[in-house]
């Protein structure tokens, strides 16, 4: 399928969480099981020679594709979720994100010394997820091979937050 085909599928809910936000809604996208199957196709054929040894999915939606893809490559899945939801010893960052602000978890021992991770999510908008989510790798030890993003809103710039580190995103919105 085509950026085009993708795009055409999601939903664009406007005054979502709050008013003035603009909500793409990849449920739409995913219902489509030929647009679903295809995405998860891309991103094989994309970090499938890259040795990934965890895919790290940022709660919520990061999870869907996270672990179809962790599935495919043969990498283990880490969910990256909000404090007080993961039962082991965690680290935890607190970050800023386009309408508020927030904290991220993840398991101590969910990455080795050196694994090769994926991180993956359902949108890069001002960066504050990723590059949180990222902070938690590096505590861990994990080398961040790439960040994925479904969709990824350009004009607020999250790309920034993530320098030095490469980032694709299969649809952009300017």
């Given at each position: 399928?085509?950026?085009?085909?993708?795009?055409?599928?999601?939903?664009?809910?406007?005054?979502?969480?709050?008013?003035?936000?603009?909500?793409?809604?990849?449920?739409?996208?995913?219902?489509?099981?030929?647009?679903?199957?295809?995405?998860?196709?891309?991103?094989?054929?994309?970090?499938?020679?890259?040795?990934?040894?965890?895919v790290v999915g940022i709660e919520s939606r990061g999870f869907i594709y996270g672990a179809i893809l962790a599935q495919r490559l043969k990498a283990g899945f880490v969910p990256v979720r909000k404090p007080g939801k993961l039962p082991a010893d965690c680290f935890e960052v607190k970050y800023s994100l386009e309408?508020?602000?927030?904290?991220?978890?993840?398991?101590?021992?969910?990455?080795?010394?050196?694994?090769?991770?994926?991180?993956?999510?359902?949108?890069?908008?001002?960066?504050?997820?990723?590059?949180?989510?990222?902070?938690?790798?590096?505590?861990?030890?994990?080398?961040?091979?790439?960040?994925?993003?479904?969709?990824?809103?350009?004009?607020?710039?999250?790309?920034?937050?993530?320098?030095?580190?490469?980032?694709?995103?299969?649809?952009?919105?300017?």
């Amino acid at each position: 399928m085509t950026v085009a085909e993708y795009r055409a599928l999601i939903r664009e809910v406007p005054d979502f969480p709050k008013p003035g936000i603009l909500f793409y809604d990849i449920t739409t996208l995913l219902k489509d099981g030929q647009a679903f199957s295809a995405i998860a196709d891309d991103l094989v054929a994309y970090y499938g020679g890259q040795r990934v040894a965890k895919v790290v999915g940022i709660e919520s939606r990061g999870f869907i594709y996270g672990a179809i893809l962790a599935q495919r490559l043969k990498a283990g899945f880490v969910p990256v979720r909000k404090p007080g939801k993961l039962p082991a010893d965690c680290f935890e960052v607190k970050y800023s994100l386009e309408y508020g602000s927030n904290s991220l978890a993840i398991h101590r021992d969910a990455i080795g010394m050196g694994e090769r991770v994926l991180i993956v999510d359902d949108l890069l908008a001002t960066g504050g997820t990723a590059a949180a989510t990222v902070s938690l790798v590096r505590q861990l030890g994990g080398e961040i091979v790439g960040l994925d993003f479904l969709v990824e809103l350009k004009e607020l710039q999250g790309r920034q937050k993530l320098a030095g580190y490469p980032v694709r995103s299969t649809i952009i919105y300017p």
